[in-house]
């Protein structure tokens, strides 16, 4: 593997997708990183025309760059959508150099965008890596998990309030039934009752006409 020199800004790391190239000191926007480079491969040669990897990078319909060998540093360097750092491409000179397009930081990864081709052929089916799709996909999932909770709360709201309607009802029928119970119960007793003062006002009634009768007979023999 390839090793940087003190006289290099950058120096191979780890990455979120393996290998990756850093910045080992400050890089100004503008600045030439590194050059991309390999073996020139021919279209009009049917030879060069077969090989397949995906580290070639073409220059113009005719020419082609393989950075597959391992001298190519730059071949480290991947994929973002949001980049700090570009290619610039020199189809005359057949030449590819890496440059920056703003401000790179000790210890931040160089990358640049690998272009719509290449990124529907190889990293749209695995899915992109990038900070900047991480971050997009994590909003994402953040949003789904947010709005899966108030999905939740709002049915469990729902079936609460349809728990307290049950349950009023059924308490509802309940005291309903208690009080037709508590009717019931109580009915004989109002019965009773009635009857005992229907009986006690028939009484003072007879003792009422018992004693107008008598009155009525001693008025008769006074006079």
């Not at 640049?112 to 290449?118: I, K, L, S």
């Not at 309030?161 to 049950?166: H, N, R």
């Not at 009915?187 to 009422?208: D, E, F, L, S």
Request: aromatic share 6%.
């Amino acid at each position: 593997m390839p090793v940087s020199t003190a006289s290099k800004p950058y120096r191979i790391g780890r990455s979120k997708t393996g290998l990756g190239l850093f910045a080992t000191q400050p890089i100004k926007k503008g600045v030439k990183i590194i050059q991309y480079f390999g073996p020139l491969l021919d279209s009009k040669n049917e030879k060069h025309d077969a090989i397949e990897n995906k580290y070639l990078f073409q220059i113009s319909k005719r020419w082609t760059v393989d950075g597959s060998i391992r001298k190519n540093v730059a071949r480290y360097i991947n994929h973002s959508c949001k980049p700090n750092a570009e290619s610039d491409v020199n189809p005359a000179k057949k030449k590819i150099i890496i440059r920056s397009i703003k401000k790179i930081q000790p210890g931040e990864e160089i990358n640049y965008d690998y272009g719509t081709e290449y990124f529907k052929e190889y990293l749209k089916p695995i899915g992109c890596k990038c900070e900047g799709c991480e971050a997009k996909r994590a909003k994402k999932r953040a949003k789904l998990r947010a709005e899966k909770a108030k999905a939740k709360e709002k049915a469990e709201r729902k079936e609460q309030k349809q728990a307290d309607k049950a349950k009023r009802k059924k308490d509802k029928a309940k005291a309903k039934k208690a009080d037709a119970k508590k009717a019931l119960k109580k009915a004989p007793k109002a019965a009773a009752k009635k009857a005992k003062v229907a009986k006690k006002a028939k009484t003072v009634g007879k003792k009422a006409a018992a004693n107008k009768a008598k009155a009525g007979k001693v008025k008769s023999k006074k006079a």
